[in-house]
């Protein structure tokens, strides 16, 4: 039996009062992040059931219980008050995926201010431009990255305290750093959390950026209500699940599904704080008899560039439910997951923006391969004629992926910048900036960003389905398709490729590859050229960012480029 059961009925009379009923809020109250991912837990019995197992690069093991996560963020939350961070100051967590960091965050939200997680391998112009937007108080770092603090702080002057949490004496304390130890530090048995709010902000995530600057995304306190019963139903989190999200918190899966929704459920998650490599993966999944996994298609591609054999060294038997965000799920992907692992990826929708899960796959329900699936009851999703943003009355047309405001995890405003915020609404919904169809039977299919779909002699061409296409070639690894000028149809298809090992470029497999897809594709949606690459460009969190092989194809200026995974 899964959480969800059956969609239809799921949706009729959905009200996300079900979710406050479960968290036992009522409307009105108080209501803190902190405290519902810690001290509720320990107070439905839980204090010693395992929270979070954390395996380090090195190797090194460590397990917290539940008290365990109740009382360090406490140490977090009393050390924040000592050092005067008051209630919507902004907190950094600039940190790897060591423990503090997501107990941390979990004591940022007890003392009322925001937490601002980024990701630990931003340079320190990445770094720069967030925390002088964000107007950051406080920020916790390691040794390893706070040279990257010290070259900003004298044009950062609200930067008051520069926290290092495994200080080790050795080199003296520079302007404003302070030592702290999670575990070194006497524990805090009773912290007075402050009276959070439903409408209280709670976290400040940058967007990955594929286009433009980042924006600072604005959460409340009551985005718990959407993030706790979508990881319930879609994740289908249970008592003795062992989860595995393999995001950073940097991004909003790592926080969203990455902290708030297993640690509000009670769920044991473990976290792995070391970069890819599809041995130690898999190792880590049979080590910890994962059961719930959640990752993305970047990562599922390199495992499927590492090929079948390696898999079968491995018990995963352990593996009951698969589920990716971040980019199109191709159908190739979903294919091999199920012919690999004996079941299929889920694909979820959804945005920094959205805070929560908005279109998927639900477990349970059939998975078309390549279909984002259906939305989440309580989210009314469309798809938007793009000149008068009425949604299309009929199945089938490619349009803007609208949603209805008004679900609890929506963003609530761009920090500072009210302007961009508005500017995603039309005629009462919210423009995702995606492309996407829906099919007789309810279900969505991703076209491609906004900026991303090409127009070739009027007729639109979704990257993504040319994209798959090329990834069911055996020698394709990963592809990104953009458009290239052309003087008869304004636009045509463009493909870059990199190759799976043991392939080589040529001509003959360029012409290979053309024959493979054009039994796939309509003449129009045929790349005219395939320019076979090392490797694509990519955003930190693992998206290809098309807009810089756009650009370059156009001649035209890259543009920001502070989330790009190598600069
Ligand atoms: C954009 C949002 C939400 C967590 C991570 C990304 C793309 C995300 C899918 C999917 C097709 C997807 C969209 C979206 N995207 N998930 N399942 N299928 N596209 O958050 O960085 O705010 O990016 O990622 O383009 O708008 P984000």
């Not at 941390?104 to 002088?132: C, D, H, M, N, Y």
């Not at 298609?297 to 491995?314: Q, V, Y």
């Not at 990716?324 to 959804?350: C, Q």
Request: hydrophobic content about 35%.
């Amino acid at each position: 039996m899964t959480n969800f059961g059956n969609y239809e009925e799921r949706v009729k009379g959905f009200s996300w009062a079900l979710s406050e009923q479960e968290l036992g809020y009522q409307p009105g109250q108080i209501i803190n992040i902190g405290w519902y991912c810690s001290d509720r837990i320990c107070q439905l019995g839980k204090a010693d059931k395992t929270a979070l197992i954390w395996e380090g690069f090195t190797g090194e093991k460590k397990i917290f219980s539940y008290n365990d996560i109740r009382l360090y963020s406490n140490v977090f939350a009393q050390f924040l008050t000592d050092l005067g961070i008051k209630a919507g100051d902004r907190v950094c967590l600039f940190m790897d995926r060591v423990p503090e960091l997501y107990i941390g965050f979990v004591g940022i939200l007890k003392t009322g201010a925001i937490a601002q997680p980024l990701f630990s391998a931003f340079g320190e112009e990445s770094l720069f431009i967030r925390l002088e937007n964000a107007q950051t108080s406080a920020i916790f770092t390691q040794k390893k990255h706070v040279s990257k603090v010290r070259k900003i702080r004298e044009r950062l002057p609200h930067l008051k305290h520069i926290i290092i949490v495994d200080y080790d004496g050795k080199t003296p304390l520079q302007a404003r750093e302070v030592a702290f130890s999670m575990e070194g530090s006497k524990k805090v048995e009773h912290y007075d959390i402050y009276p959070t709010y439903a409408e209280t902000p709670s976290v400040l995530h940058y967007t990955s950026g594929t286009t433009g600057m980042p924006k600072g995304v604005q959460h409340v306190h009551y985005s718990l209500i959407s993030q706790y019963l979508t990881a319930k139903w879609v994740l289908d989190l249970k008592d003795d699940d062992i989860y595995w999200c393999t995001a950073d918190p940097g991004w909003v899966t790592g926080t969203s599904y990455g902290i708030i929704a297993p640690f509000s459920l009670g769920i044991t998650q473990c976290v792995l704080d070391s970069g890819f490599s599809a041995e130690a993966w898999y190792k880590f999944i049979e080590k910890n008899r994962v059961t719930v996994w959640y990752s993305a298609p970047t990562a599922i591609r390199s495992l499927m560039k590492a090929g079948d054999e390696i898999i079968k060294k491995f018990d995963l038997s352990s593996l009951r439910h698969l589920a990716s965000v971040g980019e199109p799920l191709n159908p190739e992907a979903v294919n091999w997951s199920i012919r690999v692992f004996g079941k299929p990826f889920h694909d979820t929708y959804w945005q920094t923006e959205t805070g929560c899960i908005v279109i998927t796959n639900f477990p349970g329900m059939p998975v078309k391969p390549g279909s984002m699936g259906r939305p989440f009851p309580g989210i009314t999703a469309t798809v938007l004629n793009p000149n008068n943003y009425e949604p299309y009355p009929e199945p089938g047309r490619i349009g803007l992926i609208g949603l209805k405001p008004g679900w609890p995890s929506m963003m609530r405003t761009y920090w500072n910048n009210e302007e961009a915020y508005k500017n995603k609404f039309r005629n009462g919904w919210y423009l995702t900036g995606d492309r996407a169809r829906i099919d007789k039977e309810g279900y969505f299919w991703f076209v491609g960003r906004d900026d991303d779909v090409i127009n070739t002699a009027g007729h639109l061409v979704s990257p993504f389905e040319v994209e798959s296409a090329l990834l069911e070639h055996p020698s394709v690894a990963e592809s990104a398709v953009v458009s290239k000028p052309d003087p008869i149809n304004m636009e045509v298809v463009k493909a870059f490729v990199t190759l799976k090992p043991g392939f080589t470029p040529s001509k003959d497999l360029e012409l290979d590859i053309m024959n493979f897809i054009r039994k796939k594709l309509s003449p129009l949606a045929m790349p005219q050229e395939i320019e076979f690459v090392d490797s694509l460009p990519k955003t930190r969190s693992g998206k290809i960012m098309r807009r810089i092989l756009h650009a370059k194809e156009w001649g035209e200026e890259i543009g920001d480029t502070s989330t790009l995974e190598n600069d």
